[in-house]
């Protein structure tokens, strides 16, 4: 059976976790491949609401498999922390839940360390979740991170951690006069995570494969979006992982032929969270509007969140780069009653006139949008069912969404909950 993905198509904060919760009804297993509990997902299922900062939303299903795999960064104390968390509400993840021995631990001073170069005065500052995410991968890629695999086993934790508290800690008190941590308090607390973990991890990458060959639905949930990807987001302002589909072999152990049939999520505008560039920002009312009819503050920060028209150019690089499937276009009752509704077809660059998204992050920045309005709708749409029972302007401005992005849209979600949704039948 051929999987499925599903893949932010903005800036992240797309209403990912509901299409995830509505199309992982079919999955066997679900799988996290990148990013670490920076993200946030908001499920909202029979009027319990649930945010996800880690743990894969295959674990709201009773009869699914989740996996961490070696693509994550993960936080043992967001891990536990959540793993509790549906414990205490009578969700029991035993069995349920595989985490990649691969993959990499955020630690103590990978938080410390994002606090500190997110408060220096100089260079860039990113904006970044605060959750050591950086950090970590940068470890990670400097090869000397501490893997699931060390975590559980203590010689090579303690050996591990040494080198790694020894070298933060010249760092800390040298280059950012700041306190070191200590090493013994760290220690034992990474060693109890670790032996209550154990029973988790495994090598997922084998795991995922034999259930590809056992034809089992394998589902891949992204997290963030293809504009903060690392190589190919708006760079620096990104986040330090391969946030779209292409992360997905790499960050599992899957071939990249298994990536399946893929989803990208867009709202119907647009917004993000942290600096960078962001051509389509409405810096008046109706950003503010957008903001409050919308909930747009973050999940795991709970800063407000940018916020601006649909973003055509760069919907459609996401969805090129990505090869996208089918659109899903959420939060589309968001926008009912405002009078007109912005769609940025085209950017002005320095006097002429670009229809593609330029990688080039000084170009994005000097972008100013060219919009083309659409008439609002006041109809309140989120009883509705069916495409045909949407306002006309309504449709209208869902079908040159995904004429211009070129992707045929699946999936329109019209309101927060599992029900509010409309999906089209395949072709
Ligand atoms: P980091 O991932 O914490 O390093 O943050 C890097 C950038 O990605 C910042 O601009 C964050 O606001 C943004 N970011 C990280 N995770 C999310 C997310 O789940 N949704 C939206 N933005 C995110």
């Not at 609401?49 to 009869?63: A, N």
């Not at 006069?177 to 990458?205: H, I, N, Y």
């Not at 992204?222 to 790499?250: E, K, R």
């Not at 962001?278 to 920060?301: I, M, Q, V, Y």
Request: negative net charge.
């Amino acid at each position: 059976m051929p999987a499925t993905s599903v893949i932010g198509a903005q800036w992240g904060d797309e209403g990912k976790g509901k299409i995830i919760d509505l199309a992982t009804d079919r999955a066997d297993v679900v799988v996290r491949f990148q990013g670490g509990a920076n993200a946030g997902h908001t499920v909202i299922v029979e009027g319990n609401k649930f945010v996800f900062h880690l743990l894969p939303s295959g674990v709201l299903r009773e009869d699914k498999l989740n996996v961490l795999a070696n693509g994550v960064v993960i936080d043992p104390v967001v891990l536990l922390d959540e793993v509790g968390q549906f414990e205490n509400r009578g969700i029991s993840l035993d069995g349920r839940l595989r985490v990649s021995g691969a993959a990499h631990c955020v630690m103590p001073y990978h938080r410390v360390l994002d606090g500190l170069r997110e408060g220096q005065k100089a260079g860039v500052v990113i904006g970044t979740t605060g959750r050591g995410i950086g950090p970590a991968y940068a470890d990670k890629a400097n090869r000397c991170g501490i893997r699931m695999w060390d975590l559980i086993d203590e010689d090579r934790l303690r050996a591990r951690l040494a080198a790694n508290v020894h070298e933060k800690n010249r760092l800390f008190t040298r280059m950012f006069e700041s306190d070191p941590l200590d090493f013994d308090e760290m220690f034992e607390v990474a060693r109890a995570q670790g032996r209550k973990l154990k029973p988790l991890v495994s090598d997922t990458g084998a795991l995922l494969r034999e259930a590809l060959a056992a034809d089992k639905h394998v589902f891949f949930e992204g997290a963030q979006g293809v504009m903060l990807d690392l190589d190919h987001g708006t760079y620096p302002f990104v986040t330090s992982s391969n946030s779209d589909s292409l992360g997905i072999a790499a960050g599992t152990g899957v071939p990249p032929r298994a990536i399946g049939h893929q989803i990208g999520v867009a709202k119907a505008y647009c917004t993000r969270v942290g600096a960078g560039p962001f051509p389509s920002e409405l810096h008046d009312d109706r950003g503010e509007r957008l903001r409050e009819g919308g909930g747009e503050f973050g999940a795991t920060t709970g800063r407000p969140r940018r916020c601006g028209w649909f973003d055509v150019p760069a919907a459609r690089y996401a969805a090129e780069l990505c090869g996208f499937d089918g659109l899903a276009l959420t939060k589309l009752d968001v926008l009912s009653g405002m009078e007109e509704i912005g769609l940025v077809v085209a950017y002005e660059i320095d006097g002429e006139t670009v229809e593609s998204y330029p990688v080039d992050t000084p170009l994005i920045e000097r972008a100013k949008p060219i919009v083309k309005m659409f008439p609002g709708w006041s109809e309140d749409v989120r009883a509705v069912r069916s495409f045909q029972e949407l306002p006309a302007t309504c449709r209208a401005f869902v079908e040159e969404i995904s004429a211009r992005v070129g992707v045929r849209w699946e999936i329109v979600s019209v309101g927060p909950g599992r029900e509010s949704t409309i999906i089209r039948e395949a072709p």
